[in-house]
C-alpha cells in the first residue's frame, strides 16, 4: 500500500521560510514525478511545483522565484524550500506521486496535507 507522509509545516511570519518534506512509502510503478500541491479551504486544490525523474522542476507563477522542489527518486522523497512567505500562501500543502503503471495508466497518489500558516 503506498503511502506518502508530509512533514515541515507549521506557523511562520511573512517573509519567513519553510522547509515541507514528504516521504513515499510502498511501491509506485513507474514513479516519474513528485510534487506539490495547496489548497485553501472553499477553493480547489491548485498545482505549486512538480519534480520529475529526469531532473526537471516546473513552478506555478506565484511561487516562482520564492518556492523550491527538489526531488530524490532513489528514496521517494520530495521537499519543498519556501521562502519569501505570503500571507497568501497559507493554506493545507499536500504531496503528490505519480507512476505509470504496466496498462500505460498514469496513477496519482496523494498524501494526508501539512498545514502552512502565515501570520503576523
Known amino acids: 500500500q503506498v503511502q506518502l507522509v508530509e512533514s515541515g509545516g507549521g506557523l511562520v511570519r511573512p517573509g519567513g521560510s519553510l522547509r515541507l518534506s514528504c516521504v513515499a512509502s510502498?511501491?509506485?510503478?513507474?514513479?516519474?514525478?513528485m510534487g506539490w500541491y495547496r489548497q485553501v479551504v472553499g477553493r480547489q486544490r491548485e498545482f505549486i511545483a512538480t519534480s520529475t525523474n529526469r531532473d526537471t522542476a516546473g513552478y506555478a507563477d506565484s511561487v516562482k522565484g520564492r518556492f523550491t522542489i527538489s526531488g530524490d527518486f532513489v528514496n521517494k522523497t520530495v521537499y519543498l524550500q519556501l521562502n519569501s512567505l505570503e500571507l497568501e500562501d497559507a493554506a493545507v500543502y499536500y504531496c503528490?506521486?505519480?507512476?505509470?503503471?504496466?496498462?500505460?495508466?498514469?496513477?496519482?497518489?496523494w498524501g494526508q496535507g501539512t498545514q502552512v500558516t502565515v501570520s503576523s
Open positions: 503528490s506521486a505519480e507512476g505509470l503503471e504496466t496498462n500505460g495508466r498514469a496513477r496519482q497518489y
Open positions: 510502498g511501491k509506485i510503478g513507474g514513479l516519474y514525478a
